[in-house]
């Protein structure tokens, strides 16, 4: 996975006035952290942040954090804050992370293929998976993993343990998770449904409705 290099400024002042100050200017306040070192305040331009996530690597894109007059580090955005309401980010927290160290991270799952057997019997494909977490460095994160569905039959379940996983990728969930589904159609299932409620006897309700008026 390529490295993207983003410019952050260090020194900001902590505080709830300051903060509001920078996030009108089109900023956004975050820490660096990790690996022993002291949490280090900064401040990167909100659109320059968007545009190095903008990939398809989405949040596990390695950011190569560049603080001005200081150092570079190699980071990951772990955690976001985010407004209430807008929905707006409000705060990032920066791991440092290095090359060769095996973290956990969430990817995307991807279904590929055509499910022709499941189509042709008016089914549907249902999706019950769509991330997962795997253990791998940072460099051989995925930025997403693909299932085929191509043999998918109704009635047929992929699993996690199904997925085939790039090299020096691990899965870290449970590999009898249920991925992908082939349901049959709900017509079918919905007349199937009637049938087996109304599988009584033929006549059973009009036979004791007559034998009670016989009774009385």
């Given at each position: 996975?390529?490295?993207?290099s983003?410019?952050?400024e260090?020194?900001r002042?902590?505080g709830?006035a300051?903060?509001?100050?920078?996030?009108?200017e089109?900023?956004?306040?975050g820490?660096?952290?990790?690996?022993?070192?002291?949490p280090?305040?900064?401040v990167?331009v909100?659109?320059?942040?968007?545009?190095?996530?903008?990939?398809?690597?989405?949040?596990?894109?390695?950011?190569s954090?560049?603080?001005e007059g200081?150092e570079?580090?190699?980071?990951?955005?772990?955690?976001?804050?985010?407004h209430?309401?807008r929905?707006t980010?409000?705060?990032?927290?920066?791991?440092?992370?290095?090359?060769?160290?095996?973290?956990?991270?969430?990817v995307?799952i991807?279904?590929?293929?055509e499910?022709?057997?499941?189509?042709?019997?008016?089914g549907?494909v249902?999706?019950?998976?769509?991330?997962?977490?795997?253990?791998?460095?940072?460099q051989?994160?995925?930025?997403a993993?693909?299932v085929?569905?191509?043999?998918l039959?109704?009635?047929?379940?992929?699993r996690?343990?199904?997925?085939?996983l790039p090299?020096?990728v691990?899965?870290?969930?449970?590999?009898?998770?249920?991925?992908a589904v082939?349901?049959p159609?709900?017509v079918?299932?919905?007349?199937?449904?009637?049938?087996?409620?109304?599988?009584?006897?033929?006549g059973?309700a009009a036979?004791?409705a007559?034998e009670?008026?016989e009774?009385?």
């Amino acid at each position: 996975m390529p490295e993207v290099s983003l410019v952050a400024e260090a020194g900001r002042t902590v505080g709830s006035a300051p903060t509001r100050r920078l996030r009108a200017e089109g900023k956004i306040p975050g820490i660096i952290y990790g690996h022993g070192m002291d949490p280090l305040p900064v401040v990167i331009v909100g659109r320059d942040f968007r545009s190095a996530l903008s990939g398809e690597a989405g949040l596990n894109t390695l950011l190569s954090l560049r603080v001005e007059g200081g150092e570079r580090y190699l980071t990951m955005a772990r955690a976001m804050q985010r407004h209430p309401v807008r929905g707006t980010i409000t705060h990032i927290d920066f791991q440092v992370v290095r090359s060769d160290e095996v973290m956990t991270a969430e990817v995307p799952i991807t279904l590929v293929g055509e499910a022709v057997l499941v189509n042709r019997e008016d089914g549907m494909v249902e999706q019950q998976l769509f991330t997962l977490a795997i253990k791998a460095t940072p460099q051989a994160i995925p930025a997403a993993l693909e299932v085929d569905i191509s043999d998918l039959t109704i009635g047929q379940t992929l699993r996690v343990s199904d997925i085939v996983l790039p090299k020096g990728v691990e899965v870290d969930s449970d590999p009898e998770s249920p991925v992908a589904v082939g349901n049959p159609s709900r017509v079918t299932g919905r007349e199937e449904g009637e049938e087996e409620e109304g599988s009584g006897e033929p006549g059973s309700a009009a036979e004791s409705a007559a034998e009670a008026a016989e009774e009385g």
